[in-house]
């Protein structure tokens, strides 16, 4: 009896793997920003996350069916050659004829349109800056319609003469006298979008209230203010990112303070050095003839002389062993490839914190591990 063979998927998938493969161009990023309707707050965090460019927005006034507050179209500024170019999304249908605003959105595809200079490079320059255009609702929707337009507005003034002046000037003057008056409503559309932009401004700082009391957003102004809540006493001169992530784990520091996970964790935020405390491990004292003189004074000058570990000149037995512990560093090679130039005043900001954090009474050496 024959057996039927099925036929194999494996020619389906290999039939998939050689479809053209979509190409990606400088614009994806704003293409995903119109395409996806992004809020402002959302499309600026976006943008600056994946692309070097300068990033603002531009309000302007929402039209009808829009949503308030999402990203309408994106302005490209081209810094070389001054042009602009326009990244917008356009709603179609199935069939990829345009959908108006009346078509549900489970029916509309977003399809990204690009106009302009960009259309034919499809290029990003480092210098180009990117206006995001914000739909809002302005005073502009209490004017008549002349001034919500999008370009200048023409009007035509007729002046009509009477019969009587006819008859006495004669064809001199003529009977209908036309005037073109050129409107420009600019100057009120950018009057009135400044109260707008104070407006909104004071709008998203009230919305921003939450993130005052957020150590790693709020300004680096607030941060000994946040640091005051909880009795932290915050060093200046530290780099801001240093002082976020202490007033962040300020009260578990505080916690731990004194204990090995304490002062491993101080030294990892302050230095950015992997550390391990042993603990109970007391110093070695000298033996003659098996250990070597130490010539430095401090241990920034032992570190540059790569002298071995200090020993105690006297052997502390009579001391109990939890008044020790050591402090094991990565290797040496690690540690100076980590560091390189910064390596000699990393080590002393070690001493110090460890020589802050630690109980008074407890004495505490530094090694490099020996392992490779």
């Given at each position: ?37 992004y ?125 009587g ?8 003057i ?7 008056i ?54 200046g ?26 002062i ?25 003839g ?27 037995s ?18 100076e ?36």
């Amino acid at each position: 009896m024959r057996r039927r063979r099925l036929p194999s998927r494996r020619s389906r998938k290999s039939e998939n793997l050689l479809l053209a493969r979509e190409e990606t161009t400088d614009l994806r990023y704003l293409e995903q920003v119109v395409t996806i309707k992004y809020p402002i707050r959302a499309a600026i965090s976006y943008l600056q996350r994946n692309m070097g460019n300068a990033v603002r927005y531009r309000l302007v006034e929402v039209r009808r069916g829009e949503a308030v507050g999402i990203v309408r179209a994106v302005e490209i500024q081209h810094a070389n050659s001054g042009k602009r170019s326009m990244v917008y999304g356009e709603r179609v249908l199935a069939n990829g004829q345009p959908a108006s605003f009346y078509v549900p959105d489970h029916l509309v595809t977003i399809v990204p349109r690009i106009m302009g200079v960009a259309a034919d490079t499809q290029n990003l320059g480092i210098g180009d800056e990117v206006v995001l255009h914000v739909p809002v609702r302005s005073y502009l929707r209490f004017l008549p319609g002349i001034f919500q337009g999008e370009g200048p507005v023409t009007s035509r003034e007729v002046h009509r003469t009477r019969d009587g002046a006819i008859a006495k000037w004669g064809s001199g003057i003529l009977e209908e006298q036309a005037t073109d008056i050129d409107v420009d409503e600019d100057p009120i559309r950018r009057f009135l979008f400044l109260f707008q932009h104070i407006q909104t401004r004071l709008t998203d700082r009230v919305d921003r209230l939450v993130e005052l009391i957020d150590p790693l957003m709020t300004d680096a102004r607030f941060l000994p203010w946040l640091a005051s809540w909880v009795g932290f006493e915050l060093d200046g001169s530290l780099p801001i990112h240093q002082q976020r992530e202490l007033v962040r784990r300020a009260i578990r520091l505080y916690r731990t303070r004194g204990t090995r996970r304490g002062i491993e964790e101080m030294v990892r935020v302050l230095t950015s050095a992997p550390v391990r405390i042993r603990e109970r491990v007391k110093a070695r004292p000298v033996v003659l003839g098996q250990n070597a003189v130490v010539g430095g004074r401090d241990i920034v000058e032992r570190y540059r002389k790569q002298e071995n570990q200090a020993c105690y000149l006297m052997d502390p037995s009579t001391r109990a062993a939890t008044s020790f512990f050591s402090l094991t560093m990565e290797p040496r090679e690690r540690f100076e490839s980590r560091f390189g130039e910064r390596a000699p005043g990393v080590l002393r900001r070690i001493v110090g914190v460890v020589s802050q954090e630690r109980p008074i009474h407890v004495m505490f050496t530094i090694q490099f591990d020996q392992r490779s």
